[in-house]
């Protein structure tokens, strides 16, 4: 009787250490970290491994954190990158060669975000972001819509379009339909005023009345407010701060309402076109034109096509 005890005793205690070694995050993250070691003594003597360790410096990057710039105000962060040694040496071991698309990257995350920060429109991405977005301000022009969005939809691509309250209530089914083909869409104001001269009972209605109109439509609440032709001042912001919602605006404008050639309208963006832009455009002639041409152009350049959500990621697409 009392071996049998005893055997169950020991038994007992080898499935607890095997369940330790084998279910315990912390022993797993012991052995993964053996493992590593044993990895890098393997490699200290491999002029592969050593090449990577010499090299990683030119592809890692810093993080940067969210900041208030003095001209182009809030900025979101961006996330740096590190070389892992170990992971890409064991990506590299097979060919014996150094090949920059076989590293392996760590992810450094910024110690400032962009919700941290105080409220202050927003004008463009991260700077060493290599995405654009385009922001279309809705207030008339419905009948170029299905043209844009066909175009839009063509290319792959996701624009935020920033829908006059107004104008929404007049139009549910086009509103519905920019939200179905997954495009994001912001607050315009309810009746294209100039916000800089409202009070803050009449800024409060501008914007809370069209949000109830959209969310009505679409089923969600905007998060993203762009003032009627840029004008705006603290209170603007603060008051959509107060509501949840970034203030949007812009850095290229393709300037669509004097009705430009589709060339004119392409060079414009393209010679100012950079990191992070943000490019305004509307339901306009020219634009239902000649975005095939922009959105080609801004391709063959390398830059990303995002939303507004997209591009104030943290995330690099470098």
Same mark, same amino acid.
């Given at each position: 009787?009392?071996?049998?005890? @005893?055997?169950?005793?020991? %038994?007992?205690?080898?499935? %607890?250490?095997? &369940?330790?070694? %084998? ?21 200290? =003597?491999?002029? /592969?491994?050593?090449? #990577? ?28 990158? $590190? ?5 890409? &040496? ?38 060493? $972001?290599?995405?654009?977005?385009? /922001?279309? =301000? ?23 379009? %920033?829908?006059?309250? $107004? ?50 439509? *679409?089923? $969600? ?42 060339? @004119? ?7 100012? *076109? ?20 922009? #959105? ?6 390398? &830059? ?15």
């Amino acid at each position: 009787m009392r071996r049998t005890i @005893v055997h169950i005793a020991l %038994f007992a205690v080898l499935v %607890f250490i095997s &369940y330790e070694m %084998f279910e315990n995050p912390f022993s797993q993250q012991y052995i993964a970290s053996i493992k590593q070691s044993t990895i890098a003594v393997q490699g200290e =003597n491999d002029p /592969l491994y050593k090449e #990577i360790e010499e090299r990683a410096a030119d592809y890692e990057r810093p993080a940067l954190d969210a900041s208030i710039d003095s001209v182009w105000k809030k900025t979101p962060g961006i996330n740096g990158r $590190k070389v892992n040694i170990e992971k890409s &040496y064991q990506k590299m071991k097979k060919s014996g060669e150094f090949s920059e698309d076989l590293l392996v990257y760590d992810v450094v995350k910024p110690k400032v975000h962009l919700e941290e920060l105080s409220a202050s429109p927003i004008y463009r991405g991260n700077p060493e $972001k290599e995405m654009v977005s385009f /922001l279309i =301000n809705v207030s008339w022009g419905e009948e170029h819509i299905p043209t844009i969005l066909e175009t839009l939809k063509e290319h792959e691509v996701k624009a935020t379009f %920033f829908v006059e309250g $107004k104008w929404a209530n007049k139009h549910v089914n086009l509103v519905k339909m920019i939200g179905e083909e997954g495009h994001v869409i912001g607050n315009h104001a309810y009746n294209h005023p100039d916000m800089n001269t409202l009070t803050n009972e009449e800024i409060r209605y501008q914007i809370e009345e069209t949000n109830k109109i959209l969310k009505a439509i *679409i089923g $969600k609440s905007p998060l993203y407010f762009a003032p009627p032709s840029g004008s705006y001042n603290n209170q603007v912001v603060q008051i959509a701060d107060e509501l949840g919602m970034e203030t949007i605006l812009w850095t290229v404008d393709t300037v669509d309402w004097k009705k430009p050639t589709t060339d @004119v309208m392409v060079n414009r963006v393209l010679s100012k *076109i950079h990191n992070g832009a943000t490019i305004l455009m509307h339901p306009t002639p020219p634009v239902a034109n000649g975005l095939d041409v922009l #959105i080609r152009e801004i391709k063959e350049k390398e &830059y990303k096509i995002g939303t507004v959500p997209s591009l104030l990621k943290e995330e690099r697409n470098d």
